[in-house]
């Protein structure tokens, strides 16, 4: 049973709340429904965690090193275009594979959105295909850990 690690970053838990015609109408507990069965589906153990502080985020991907989280799903939110501690935390767990998940598609919105200084640290970045991009993600970390 692989173990997969979920992160979201700021305003993530805000899904059907904030910008609607960007993020869809489905709220957060919609995605962490879709993540639970897309788990019992794959067989995977898969962990969700969401927070709106960089530090949380840091420490988050440190202790992936250690506690047998075999890939990492990260969607950064406005972090992905400046944080570059997020960037060398994600870098240092080199043993793990990371996939960087945006609902947006990124390259289409405005000018500072379009780049990550994230995704260079990761393996795979999946941008603009809403919350499906979550599943895609799981089902790439799998073939990635095979």
């Not at 400046?82 to 919105?109: C, F, G, N």
């Not at 200084?117 to 919350?131: E, F, S």
Request: charged residues 25%; aromatic residues 8%; hydrophobic residues 40%.
């Amino acid at each position: 049973m692989n173990k997969l690690l979920i992160i979201n970053g700021p305003n993530l838990n805000f899904l059907g709340i904030r910008e609607k015609d960007v993020y869809g109408k489905e709220d957060y507990d919609y995605l962490l429904g879709l993540i639970a069965k897309k788990g019992e589906e794959t067989g995977c153990r898969i962990e969700v965690f969401q927070t709106n502080h960089e530090g949380a985020i840091i420490d988050r991907i440190q202790d992936a090193y250690s506690d047998g989280t075999e890939a990492i799903i990260i969607n950064p939110g406005a972090f992905t275009h400046y944080s570059y501690a997020i960037h060398d935390a994600l870098a240092s767990v080199t043993t793990i594979p990371k996939i960087e998940v945006h609902i947006s598609d990124i390259t289409a919105r405005e000018e500072w959105r379009r780049v990550s200084v994230t995704a260079p640290a990761c393996d795979k970045q999946i941008y603009g295909r809403g919350l499906q991009g979550y599943l895609d993600a799981i089902d790439d970390a799998i073939l990635m850990l095979k």
